[in-house]
């Protein structure tokens, strides 16, 4: 494994991707545990949560951790529950091709019986603020690249409904972040 490096006080610009690239980020019910995880490590792991999109088939998330190790421990747990939340709806919607694709990465790396995550997570340290926003906007433009939608506002799992709209519905994130 590739030893990381990390600058205490940074702000993180993570992705990760789910395995071979299944676009399961397609409905709600697949990204509601992404949201509740997410909520729920953040303060399990002091980090603030500055900005995140949920795309179809990954993530990228902005996160600036109040101590050491937050980010590996955060990213490790935060794959891990939601692989067994995402693997459990797919059987309960009988999504039979999604586990079949789960249980087989599994079986592939040998350390599972469900995989839904790629190995890893990329992960950038952002030292400017200017970087810092160049990040967010590049986030928040995601969906509008990827053809999903037509403007940023229109995509819904996004913090730009956080940052533009006043929307704090799905999940409250940490705006205020120096």
Known sequence: MEKRYRIEGSIYYITSVIYN?????TQPSFVIPILDSLNYYRYQYSCKLIGYVIMLDHIHLLLFPQQEKAITDFMRDFKRFTSGRITRQAKVEGKTEWVKNFEEAGNETERAD?????????EQSIYTEKFLKQKLDYIHLNPVRAGIVQTAA???YSSY???YLDDHQLIEIDSQWY
């Open 114 to 122: 469900y995989k839904v995550w790629q190995d890893s997570f990329w």
């Open 154 to 156: 229109d995509y819904p």
């Open 21 to 25: 690239r299944l676009k399961i980020f």
């Open 161 to 163: 409904r956080n940052y």
